[in-house]
Nanobody, 115 residues
Framework: QVQLVESGGGLVQPGGSLTLSCVAS????????MSWYRQAPGKEREPVAYLSNYGDITNYGTSVKGRFTISRDTAKNTVYLQMNSLKPEDTALYFC????????WGEGTQVTVSS
């Protein structure tokens, strides 16, 4: 049974940082491209960051480029999203996504950026 479990969300002030984690079980992240998506209230889910299955290619949404970094630890089968210089508009539910021949989603972790 495949599971993606996100953690690390919370309340942070503008300009602050958070690191999200996504622990995968039932699959190897070496075989899947891994992504982070987010969905704010009343908005569609949007891609935030992408990491290829070989770990050599990354892509970022325009609004987060230069502030967010996606990475992975294959020994821990975990993907991370380091988020710096957070803005109120980064407030959303953040989801982990694994894609190969199948696609899997986690249940999300809430990030709220507010003073």
């Amino acid at each position: 049974q495949v599971q993606l479990v996100e953690s690390g969300g919370g309340l942070v002030q503008p300009g602050g940082s958070l690191t999200l984690s996504c622990v995968a079980s039932g699959l190897s992240i070496r075989e899947y491209s891994m992504s982070w998506y987010r969905q704010a209230p009343g908005k569609e889910r949007e891609p935030v960051a992408y990491l290829s299955n070989y770990g050599d290619i990354t892509n970022y949404g325009t609004s987060v480029k230069g502030r967010f970094t996606i990475s992975r630890d294959t020994a821990k089968n975990t993907v991370y999203l380091q988020m710096n210089s957070l803005k109120p508009e980064d407030t959303a539910l953040y989801f982990c996504n694994a894609r190969h021949s199948e696609t899997y989603w986690g249940e999300g972790t809430q990030v709220t950026v507010s003073s």
